[in-house]
T-cell receptor, first 112, second 114 residues
Framework: DTAVSQTPKYLVTQMGNDKSIKCEQN?????MYWYKQDSKKFLKIMFS???????INETVPNRFSPKSPDKAHLNLHINSLELGDSAVYFC???????????FGEGSRLTVL | AQSVAQPEDQVNVAEGNPLTVKCTYS??????LFWYVQYPNRGLQFLLK??????LVKGSYGFEAEFNKSQTSFHLKKPSALVSDSALYFC????????????FGKGTTLSVSS
């Protein structure tokens, strides 16, 4: 019974296309995140939502738009994909008191 | 602003020997510190955390970490390394209330040889 699940696991697309990655958590957590892991394995926070409300929006191009239809879901939509968007995108949710993050398995995006 | 430094890109150790993966942090308030491990093509798995209390924290798979406030360090240790411990290890910190994002170090690749 997967706690944080992301789909799709792999995504290969052409420059200029629009794509979405979906994330769902069944842990009952209020806060969810999107992290980007680049080719050097650096992990960078992109967005954070608390109970459907955006609370962190780091310096990310506005081509990236998160959407949270309810507190168990946080989706990431990317417009006009660029080569530099190629990365692994991780969804996570956090324990309400310790802040421990629970990660999905990642979505590897390759832009050609 | 909070930050985390992992000074070593790679740590090599022979199976059966003790291992240490270093981490130092910078926060303005009380730190909440975490270690995660990432195996190839997988998500990050939680190993252990320091929130408050004993400075020596024990976690999964025989790992432990020692919180040292004066040196602002939170080094990961294991008394006897296994080949299966070979992976990418991340130290992370947050300050303040739960719901703020974890800030991750750049990661340290641990390679354990048989």
């Amino acid at each position: 019974d997967t706690a944080v699940s992301q789909t799709p696991k792999y995504l290969v697309t052409q420059m200029g296309n629009d794509k979405s990655i979906k994330c769902e958590q069944n842990l009952g957590h209020d806060t969810m995140y999107w992290y980007k892991q680049d080719s050097k394995k650096f992990l960078k926070i992109m967005f954070s939502y608390n109970n459907k409300e955006l609370i962190i929006n780091e310096t990310v191009p506005n081509r990236f738009s998160p959407k949270s239809p309810d507190k168990a879901h946080l989706n990431l939509h990317i417009n006009s994909l660029e080569l530099g968007d190629s990365a692994v995108y991780f969804c996570a949710s956090s324990h309400p008191t310790t802040g421990e993050l629970f990660f999905g398995e990642g979505s590897r995006l390759t832009v050609l | 602003a909070q930050s985390v430094a992992q000074p070593e890109d790679q740590v090599n150790v022979a199976e059966g020997n003790p291992l240490t993966v270093k981490c130092t942090y910078s926060v303005s308030g009380n730190p909440y510190l975490f270690w995660y491990v990432q195996y190839p093509n997988r998500g990050l798995q939680f190993l252990l955390k320091y929130i408050t209390g004993d400075n020596l924290v024990k976690g999964s798979y025989g790992f432990e970490a020692e919180f040292n406030k004066s040196q602002t360090s939170f080094h990961l240790k294991k008394p006897s390394a296994l080949v299966s411990d070979s992976a990418l290890y991340f130290c992370a910190v947050r300050e303040g209330q739960a719901g703020t994002a974890l800030i991750f170090g750049k990661g340290t690749t641990l390679s354990v040889s048989s």
